[in-house]
């Protein structure tokens, strides 16, 4: 590579500008050793952190959402300069002060929404409604990425990857999408082909050395990230691969017009034909995990590798399928920024942080399919109404970062949730008042 | 030190784990408290030791008192226990063993470990055992690891010791030994509490026995009766202790396996050059202690071991070198010894785990889609016909008891077309209800003419069960004798020995 440093992998600045780094899926790679996942798993006397986070509860997730919009508003409300200034005569009249807190907060979460799901300042609906098809447009790429870390997860993988998975994607899709002739549907099938192939190899790569050397999948994926990472840039650099010809910069020509996925609802809106695609997905995932034989292998693999093996099931080959079709759900996510969000060309953070927040979408959907596909949504409304946040009330993207961290660490502790609502004596008592008749019979 | 437990009750949710328990256990004496696996022993002696606390009653210890808030405070009032998986540091010796948790220290926190070793070599005199204070406890036989177990209760200055199910891992002949030793404690003035629900043992050396049944005391039993009357009383209604079988009609050799030996990650032969021949329509005991190659020895026959040399052969066919799958496909069903680990998903349902290594193919897979209907159907049919004990067939496994399990592993392995069939330790930890139905289901598969193997280190189950039995030792067979072969020859063949007149 020539001495020229590209942007740090760990910041994924974004072509777009919706870049996050995601802190909580950091935390969520560090978290991972001790789901254990070597090809000879420990015994389980205790739950592991995966299945802990596919069996929390409904109630607990959307609590776990509730103490993270909380959380958010604190900040915004400590941010907020009227609240500041409020503050410095709060025993003077308090009043003044709770009323600007409940601005702030009010305000910032009414421009949330308004970005995210319904203008109501727009003329008419069709307008008004803009912001949602933002949203689904945000969670078009997030969806796929998470279900192919969900997937990984109920197989008992944890797969850091989905950055890495999907910038070879997309520097596959790209390539066939900018420099390839061919008459259209064709064109756009065969980039979006080639970037589940791109995504597949890249993620089977790690299931084939998982079960050939044993190596751990978090080291594997986070060392593949940055191999993809630094490898799409090289190939935008160097002339005649992957860079725009007659460019200097690293950036891949703009998708020819036969590739780009079209608008599914009309130029008035961004929401393009990878949302079906990802529905469709979303059905496969859904079928494969509880409906196939493969699946039935996969969940029991990721349950009980120990038994699978006793069973006859392959558990090294089910790692190498898992991860090929993970890889391949990722690199949908991949080839649908690159052919629908950012059509004008592949850069090197053309993953814009989609790869690492997966990881939160796939654990706020409790790896369940649907689960998954509802998270996105979520996740993109809050991406959509970030902007607007920003752009009405001057409140930074970043608090939506710090909910998302939030919910995925009371995702990640139950107990934690369950002790702030006080869920646990409620329990006791039931447990207590269902024990007084055999008192009483006696 | 009188020990007495007035009313203990133990609640886990919904389930009264000790209902009100009363027990009384004298100084100098022996109290067997017997009952199944799940009858609420060990919860009731977890609640003695201060790991659990009572919902209701309380713990006298001479008349007062006991507020015991974890193991520190039981283990200061004199209450010591030898835990069924010991407690011990395998990479430390003896005498680092027996400080841990009270150290002695010296100057700047340096451990005084003269004191610790004086105190091990003094109490081994006292009781005649032969212990190193710095052999390493890894190093050691398991027996001897229980003895260090012991010294380290003793160490403590244990008045009351607490007997947790301590012959599961030994040697009939180091049973003996272990029931000698509680004799020397009980005449030094310990009172001792021993949980087992072997009957033999409890006859042998209890002065006072109480059976528990479902967290119930149900009533106390003199030394002097029978096995047949304990078990009714365990189990609350009479028990059939011996299979009825009738004479094995054995038919052609099935099973040949020719100096097989299996080599472990450490490079240690744990199965060296073993052969045997197992017969259609017989049942093959291999008797041992736990750890002598027995696991593995049955790993190698269904292709868990791939670091296996030597030949075996079903029914003429090869199967050196299959993969698990393909040796299923031969028709071996195979029935794990630790079945939690190796033989349930305990997060999938009743009906899942019957399909668990039929997931390719039919009748269970058209089209690559599990057939839910088909398999609905066959779950029902076998929670029937094996007298599976849940609410539905879409209970997860895990949440079943321990013999309940076993029905799921067995219907599952069963239900296929056998040639071979395998079970490794089938009665381990499950109720004397499920024992007598796992043995008539094994009696019925020899009957119909499959060559079964059983790994046990229940002589009992040895007996009732088999048709000839090899006894493996440190990764050999010692021998391989008849059926009727006398409870002492096994345990010395156990112990490595080949008693004269015995052949290979």
Redesign the interface.
């Given at each position: 590579m020539s001495g020229s440093t590209p942007t740090d992998p760990g910041r994924g600045d974004a072509a777009d500008g919706t870049g996050t780094a995601a802190p909580a899926a950091e935390a969520a790679a560090a978290a991972a050793p001790a789901s254990g996942g070597r090809p000879v798993v420990p015994?389980?006397a205790e739950p592991t952190l995966l299945?802990r986070i596919s069996?929390s509860s409904v109630t607990v997730t959307v609590l776990a959402l509730v103490l993270g919009l909380v959380a958010g508003g604190i900040l915004i409300a400590v941010t907020n300069s009227q609240v500041q200034a409020t503050a410095g005569y709060f025993f003077a009249r308090p009043t003044d002060f709770f009323a600007a807190v409940w601005q702030a907060v009010a305000g910032g979460y009414g421009a949330l929404f308004q970005g995210s799901v319904y203008n109501i300042n727009r003329p008419d609906f069709l307008s008004g409604i803009r912001p949602l098809m933002d949203t689904l447009t945000f969670a078009t790429p997030l969806i796929a990425a998470a279900l192919g870390v969900g997937l990984a997860f109920r197989v008992g993988l944890f797969n850091i990857g989905g950055r890495g998975q999907m910038l070879i994607a997309a520097a596959a899709a790209g390539w066939v999408g900018s420099t390839m002739n061919l008459p259209w549907g064709l064109h756009m099938i065969l980039a979006v082909v080639a970037g589940l192939i791109g995504g597949a190899v890249w993620g089977g790569l790690v299931g084939f050395l998982k079960a050939r050397t044993g190596a751990h999948e978090v080291i594997l994926t986070i060392m593949l990230n940055y191999i993809a990472f630094y490898l799409l840039a090289f190939l935008l650099r160097t002339p005649g691969l992957l860079q725009a010809p007659d460019s200097s910069n690293p950036k891949s020509g703009p998708m020819a017009d036969t590739a780009v996925f079209p608008k599914i609802l009309g130029d008035r809106y961004n929401l393009h034909f990878g949302f079906i695609l990802v529905i469709l997905a979303t059905i496969f995932v859904w079928w494969l995990l509880n409906?196939?034989?493969?699946g039935?292998?996969f969940?029991?693999v990721g349950?009980?590798p120990?038994?699978?093996?006793?069973?006859?099931?392959?558990v090294n080959n089910v790692y190498i399928y898992a991860m090929l079709l993970a890889g391949a759900l990722a690199g949908l996510g991949g080839a649908s920024q690159v052919l629908g969000s950012v059509t004008s060309g592949v850069t090197s953070g053309i993953d814009a942080g989609i790869g690492f927040d997966a990881i939160t979408v796939a654990l706020l959907g409790r790896s369940r399919p649907w689960g998954i596909f509802a998270a996105g949504v979520l996740f993109g409304a809050l991406k959509a109404g970030s902007f607007s946040m920003q752009a009405a009330q001057g409140i930074p993207i970043d608090i939506v970062t710090v909910v998302q961290a939030v919910v995925v660490l009371m995702i990640a502790a139950p107990p934690l949730v369950r002790s702030i609502f006080f869920l646990n004596r409620p329990a006791r008592r039931a447990?207590a008042a269902?024990?007084l008749p055999e008192v009483s019979a006696k | 030190m009188t020990l007495e437990l007035r009313g203990i009750t133990k609640r886990f949710g919904a389930l009264v784990a000790n209902d009100h328990i009363d027990l009384r256990v004298e100084a100098g004496s022996i109290h067997c408290l017997l009952g199944e696996n799940g009858a609420g022993k060990s919860t009731l002696m977890n609640v003695l030791y201060g790991l659990y606390q009572a919902d209701e009653g309380e713990i006298v210890l001479d008349g007062v008192v006991q507020d015991f808030a974890g193991p520190g405070d039981a283990r200061r009032a004199g209450i010591g226990m030898v835990h069924q998986h010991f407690m011990l540091v395998p990479v430390f010796t003896v005498a680092e063993n027996v400080m841990l948790g009270h150290e002695q220290t010296g100057f700047a926190g340096r451990l005084d470990l003269a004191a610790a070793r004086a105190k091990v070599r003094e109490i081994s005199e006292r009781f005649g055992f032969d212990i190193d204070p710095d052999a390493v406890v890894e190093d050691l036989p398991v027996g001897v690891q229980q003895r260090v177990e012991i010294i380290k209760a003793l160490s403590q200055r244990a008045k009351v010791l607490v007997f947790d199910e301590p012959t599961a891992v030994l040697t009939p002949q180091e049973t003996d030994e272990l029931m000698a030793i509680m004799e020397q404690l009980k005449a030094e003035g310990t009172a001792i509490v021993f949980i087992t629900h072997k009957l033999r043992e409890v006859r042998r050396v209890a002065d006072t026995i109480t059976v528990i049944r479902l967290g119930k005391v149900v009533g106390q039993a003199e030394p002097t009766a029978t096995n047949a009357e304990l078990a009714t009383q365990m189990v609350g209604r009479a028990v059939e202790l011996t299979v009825q079988k009738a004479p094995a009609t054995p038919g052609a050799p099935a099973l040949v396996v020719e100096n097989l030996t299996v080599v472990d990650d450490n490079g240690l032969k744990v199965v060296n050059d073993v052969s045997f021949t197992v017969h259609e329509g017989e049942i093959l005991a291999i008797a041992g202690v736990q750890g002598n190659g027995q696991t593995e020895l049955t790993e190698a026959l269904i292709g868990l071991q791939s670091a296996a040399e030597g030949r075996v052969s079903l029914g003429g066919r090869e199967l050196t070198g299959l993969t698990v799958r393909q040796a299923l496909d031969e028709g071996i069903g195979f029935v794990p010894e630790d079945r939690t680990h190796d033989g349930l998903v305990g997060e999938f349902t009743i009906a899942e785990n019957l399909m668990l290594d039929r997931s390719t193919g039919a009748p269970f897979v058209r089209a690559g889609s599990v057939q839910y209907g088909v398999l609905n159907a066959f779950a029902e049919e076998k929670k029937a016909e094996f007298d599976i004990r849940a609410a539905s067939i879409q209970t997860a496994a895990g949440r079943l008891s321990g013999g309940n399990q076993q029905k799921v592993v067995l219907a599952r392995e069963l239900s296929r077309d056998l040639k071979l069939f395998v079970a490794a330790q089938p009665t381990r930890g499950i109720d004397v209800g499920s024992i007598e139905f796992v043995h008539k289901r094994m009696v019925a598969t020899r009957d119909a003419g499959v060559p079964v193997i059983v790994v046990s280190t229940e002589l009992d189950e040895v007996a009732a069960l088999a048709d000839r039995i090899a006894v493996m030792y440190r990764g050999e067979i010692v021998g391989i004798v008849p059926g009727t072969t006398s409870r002492d020859t096994l345990g010395l063949m156990m112990a490595g020995e080949r008693p004269e007149g015995i052949v290979e």
């Amino acid at each position: 590579m020539s001495g020229s440093t590209p942007t740090d992998p760990g910041r994924g600045d974004a072509a777009d500008g919706t870049g996050t780094a995601a802190p909580a899926a950091e935390a969520a790679a560090a978290a991972a050793p001790a789901s254990g996942g070597r090809p000879v798993v420990p015994p389980r006397a205790e739950p592991t952190l995966l299945s802990r986070i596919s069996q929390s509860s409904v109630t607990v997730t959307v609590l776990a959402l509730v103490l993270g919009l909380v959380a958010g508003g604190i900040l915004i409300a400590v941010t907020n300069s009227q609240v500041q200034a409020t503050a410095g005569y709060f025993f003077a009249r308090p009043t003044d002060f709770f009323a600007a807190v409940w601005q702030a907060v009010a305000g910032g979460y009414g421009a949330l929404f308004q970005g995210s799901v319904y203008n109501i300042n727009r003329p008419d609906f069709l307008s008004g409604i803009r912001p949602l098809m933002d949203t689904l447009t945000f969670a078009t790429p997030l969806i796929a990425a998470a279900l192919g870390v969900g997937l990984a997860f109920r197989v008992g993988l944890f797969n850091i990857g989905g950055r890495g998975q999907m910038l070879i994607a997309a520097a596959a899709a790209g390539w066939v999408g900018s420099t390839m002739n061919l008459p259209w549907g064709l064109h756009m099938i065969l980039a979006v082909v080639a970037g589940l192939i791109g995504g597949a190899v890249w993620g089977g790569l790690v299931g084939f050395l998982k079960a050939r050397t044993g190596a751990h999948e978090v080291i594997l994926t986070i060392m593949l990230n940055y191999i993809a990472f630094y490898l799409l840039a090289f190939l935008l650099r160097t002339p005649g691969l992957l860079q725009a010809p007659d460019s200097s910069n690293p950036k891949s020509g703009p998708m020819a017009d036969t590739a780009v996925f079209p608008k599914i609802l009309g130029d008035r809106y961004n929401l393009h034909f990878g949302f079906i695609l990802v529905i469709l997905a979303t059905i496969f995932v859904w079928w494969l995990l509880n409906r196939s034989a493969l699946g039935f292998r996969f969940r029991a693999v990721g349950e009980n590798p120990e038994a699978s093996r006793v069973a006859g099931i392959n558990v090294n080959n089910v790692y190498i399928y898992a991860m090929l079709l993970a890889g391949a759900l990722a690199g949908l996510g991949g080839a649908s920024q690159v052919l629908g969000s950012v059509t004008s060309g592949v850069t090197s953070g053309i993953d814009a942080g989609i790869g690492f927040d997966a990881i939160t979408v796939a654990l706020l959907g409790r790896s369940r399919p649907w689960g998954i596909f509802a998270a996105g949504v979520l996740f993109g409304a809050l991406k959509a109404g970030s902007f607007s946040m920003q752009a009405a009330q001057g409140i930074p993207i970043d608090i939506v970062t710090v909910v998302q961290a939030v919910v995925v660490l009371m995702i990640a502790a139950p107990p934690l949730v369950r002790s702030i609502f006080f869920l646990n004596r409620p329990a006791r008592r039931a447990a207590a008042a269902s024990r007084l008749p055999e008192v009483s019979a006696k | 030190m009188t020990l007495e437990l007035r009313g203990i009750t133990k609640r886990f949710g919904a389930l009264v784990a000790n209902d009100h328990i009363d027990l009384r256990v004298e100084a100098g004496s022996i109290h067997c408290l017997l009952g199944e696996n799940g009858a609420g022993k060990s919860t009731l002696m977890n609640v003695l030791y201060g790991l659990y606390q009572a919902d209701e009653g309380e713990i006298v210890l001479d008349g007062v008192v006991q507020d015991f808030a974890g193991p520190g405070d039981a283990r200061r009032a004199g209450i010591g226990m030898v835990h069924q998986h010991f407690m011990l540091v395998p990479v430390f010796t003896v005498a680092e063993n027996v400080m841990l948790g009270h150290e002695q220290t010296g100057f700047a926190g340096r451990l005084d470990l003269a004191a610790a070793r004086a105190k091990v070599r003094e109490i081994s005199e006292r009781f005649g055992f032969d212990i190193d204070p710095d052999a390493v406890v890894e190093d050691l036989p398991v027996g001897v690891q229980q003895r260090v177990e012991i010294i380290k209760a003793l160490s403590q200055r244990a008045k009351v010791l607490v007997f947790d199910e301590p012959t599961a891992v030994l040697t009939p002949q180091e049973t003996d030994e272990l029931m000698a030793i509680m004799e020397q404690l009980k005449a030094e003035g310990t009172a001792i509490v021993f949980i087992t629900h072997k009957l033999r043992e409890v006859r042998r050396v209890a002065d006072t026995i109480t059976v528990i049944r479902l967290g119930k005391v149900v009533g106390q039993a003199e030394p002097t009766a029978t096995n047949a009357e304990l078990a009714t009383q365990m189990v609350g209604r009479a028990v059939e202790l011996t299979v009825q079988k009738a004479p094995a009609t054995p038919g052609a050799p099935a099973l040949v396996v020719e100096n097989l030996t299996v080599v472990d990650d450490n490079g240690l032969k744990v199965v060296n050059d073993v052969s045997f021949t197992v017969h259609e329509g017989e049942i093959l005991a291999i008797a041992g202690v736990q750890g002598n190659g027995q696991t593995e020895l049955t790993e190698a026959l269904i292709g868990l071991q791939s670091a296996a040399e030597g030949r075996v052969s079903l029914g003429g066919r090869e199967l050196t070198g299959l993969t698990v799958r393909q040796a299923l496909d031969e028709g071996i069903g195979f029935v794990p010894e630790d079945r939690t680990h190796d033989g349930l998903v305990g997060e999938f349902t009743i009906a899942e785990n019957l399909m668990l290594d039929r997931s390719t193919g039919a009748p269970f897979v058209r089209a690559g889609s599990v057939q839910y209907g088909v398999l609905n159907a066959f779950a029902e049919e076998k929670k029937a016909e094996f007298d599976i004990r849940a609410a539905s067939i879409q209970t997860a496994a895990g949440r079943l008891s321990g013999g309940n399990q076993q029905k799921v592993v067995l219907a599952r392995e069963l239900s296929r077309d056998l040639k071979l069939f395998v079970a490794a330790q089938p009665t381990r930890g499950i109720d004397v209800g499920s024992i007598e139905f796992v043995h008539k289901r094994m009696v019925a598969t020899r009957d119909a003419g499959v060559p079964v193997i059983v790994v046990s280190t229940e002589l009992d189950e040895v007996a009732a069960l088999a048709d000839r039995i090899a006894v493996m030792y440190r990764g050999e067979i010692v021998g391989i004798v008849p059926g009727t072969t006398s409870r002492d020859t096994l345990g010395l063949m156990m112990a490595g020995e080949r008693p004269e007149g015995i052949v290979e």
